[in-house]
């Protein structure tokens, strides 16, 4: 069960970060966030496609939105089983720490749609864009 937690823990906050933090409006702030990080993971599953199809039919939407986003984030688990069965206790703990310092790294979002950001593939920016 404790595994089961480690994982989903791994798995479950980046894939809100990356695709989701964008719609929760947070009461101290006029602007919504983006994570630059997470963003770009995410926002790669767009990017990618978009060399091979024309972005505005029904399969990148699929691909970009759906398939791509639960791929990061099964990978993500699969990560979090091996670190969990990892003896190395100070790489567990390195890899911990740099997915929460990945969580720090947020701008509010119309600093992410304009340059240099706005260059970054991320999440939000491709789907705006594209729908």
Not at 72 to 100: E, M
Request: glycine share 6%; proline share 8%; charged share 10%.
């Amino acid at each position: 069960m404790k595994q089961f937690l480690f994982r989903l823990l791994f798995a479950l906050p980046p894939y809100f970060f990356g695709t989701l933090i964008q719609t929760v409006p947070f009461p101290s702030q006029t602007d919504r966030l983006e994570n630059l990080f997470w963003g770009s993971v995410y926002g790669l599953g767009w990017f990618e496609i978009g060399f091979f199809v024309n972005l505005r039919s029904s399969g990148p939407a699929i691909f970009g939105f759906c398939i791509w986003p639960i791929a990061v984030s099964i990978f993500l688990y699969w990560i979090a089983g091996k670190l969990w069965d990892s003896d190395n206790v100070k790489l567990v703990r390195i890899c911990v720490i740099l997915l929460l310092l990945s969580f720090c790294i947020d701008v509010p979002l119309t600093w992410a749609s304009k340059p240099p950001l706005a260059y970054l593939p991320l999440w939000y920016n491709a789907f705006f864009n594209i729908y």
